[in-house]
């Protein structure tokens, strides 16, 4: 395979607060100077770059970049993979456990030989921090002409939907269960032309004053079980959420493990003068905070309330929930 990948680029023309759109004769350029061969199409709305993603793959591109935010990113993530049918990967126990079915396969890159790019312009931008991409423009198209492939660790969820049916969906950043997930649910709600902290922050700031923390058991691969009130449980592949909240120091991105982050029974007044903390990853002094490394890791409810999840930054459904770690699945230029 060349070097100079055919690269096909997928642009959210409203992430960063209408940023791509505005800025796109810029970066059109730049990927023109850098990329010989090179085409691109914008999205038109929620999951769209998912299925240009997997329509580019199979009609022979080698590269596909998102151009957006963590949510465009996670959509191409998505579509590096066939379709996964969620009926056939993920079923419930007796005890309403979430559980993979025996023999179900990994992730299906459509091209092995393939990888996947970004160009950062979102609002929040947590997973570029993860990878150090975080210089300008002209830095990014300078990464995705390089030749740098760092093959990461995907995440899969199976859960249960909105309407109660069973989901999965891959992640590559930060997927949790708890009050991130409400956090979730109001930050997509609100406007987010104030920036990415900002929004995030108001957008909190509304979860808190109605969010009740989840009562759940926890089993980390199939060894240890937990259980108990939290304010939230975070599965981190990357060290960022939230716009630049640093919940998970030294996670690492191919190490075949998520960082768990336990958020014990935190009272508001507690999280109220932890947020600051968690910007500068100071929180895990907190004794109510704990964290732990697994591959696999099941969630369910012990009192039936519900309880949200968060993947990579949108809030498609809840418990119960299995995650798991696929090692080195996707290739990633950087
Ligand atoms: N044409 C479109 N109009 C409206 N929404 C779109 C369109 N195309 C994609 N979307 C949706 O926009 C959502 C947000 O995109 P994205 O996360 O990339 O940007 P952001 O919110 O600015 O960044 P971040 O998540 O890093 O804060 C995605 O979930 C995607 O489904």
Redo the contacts with the bound molecule.
């Keep these: 395979m060349s070097l100079n990948y055919r690269t096909f680029v997928i642009a959210?023309?409203?992430?960063?607060?209408g940023a791509v759109e505005r800025e796109w004769d810029l970066l059109e350029r730049l990927l023109r100077a850098r990329l010989p061969e090179f085409d691109y199409a914008?999205?038109?709305?929620?999951?769209?770059?998912t299925f240009l993603a997997r329509e580019a793959l199979r009609s022979g591109w080698e590269m596909v970049v998102a151009v957006?935010?963590?949510?465009?990113?996670n959509?191409v993530v998505n579509g590096y993979f066939e379709k996964p049918d969620a009926q056939a990967r993920f079923k419930i126990d007796p005890d309403g456990w979430m559980t993979r079915v025996r023999d179900a396969a990994g992730p299906v890159a459509i091209n092995p030989d393939a990888v996947v790019g970004m160009l950062p312009l979102?609002?929040?931008?947590?997973f570029r921090r993860s990878i150090g991409l975080m210089g300008g423009h002209r830095e990014s198209v300078e990464h995705l002409s390089g030749q740098h492939i760092r093959n990461v660790d995907i995440g899969e969820v199976g859960y249960l939907d909105a309407s109660g049916k069973l989901a999965s969906r891959y992640f590559i950043n930060i997927a949790s269960v708890g009050f991130s997930g409400e956090v979730d649910r109001a930050v997509n709600k609100a406007w987010?032309g104030l920036g990415?902290r900002t929004s995030y922050m108001i957008a909190t700031a509304r979860a808190f004053a109605s969010y009740n923390n989840i009562n759940v058991e926890i089993r980390l691969d199939d060894t240890t079980e937990l259980s108990g009130r939290m304010n939230n449980v975070v599965i981190a592949n990357g060290e960022f959420f939230g716009?630049g909240m640093w919940i998970a120091p030294g996670a690492e991105l191919d190490d075949g493990q998520f960082q768990v982050v336990f958020m014990g029974d935190l009272s508001r007044r507690e999280i109220a003068a932890l947020v600051f903390d968690i910007y500068q990853g100071k929180h895990l002094q907190n004794k109510k905070i704990f964290r732990r490394r697994a591959s696999r890791i099941s969630v369910r409810s012990t009192d039936g309330a519900h309880a949200m999840l968060d993947i990579d930054?949108?809030a498609p459904g809840g418990l119960p929930a299995l995650w798991i770690n696929h090692h080195s699945a996707l290739p990633l230029k950087s």
Excluded: R, S
């Design positions: 959210n023309p409203k992430a960063g607060a914008f999205t038109e709305g929620p999951e769209h770059a957006g935010g963590d949510g465009t990113l959509e979102g609002t929040g931008g947590d987010k990415g716009g930054g949108e």
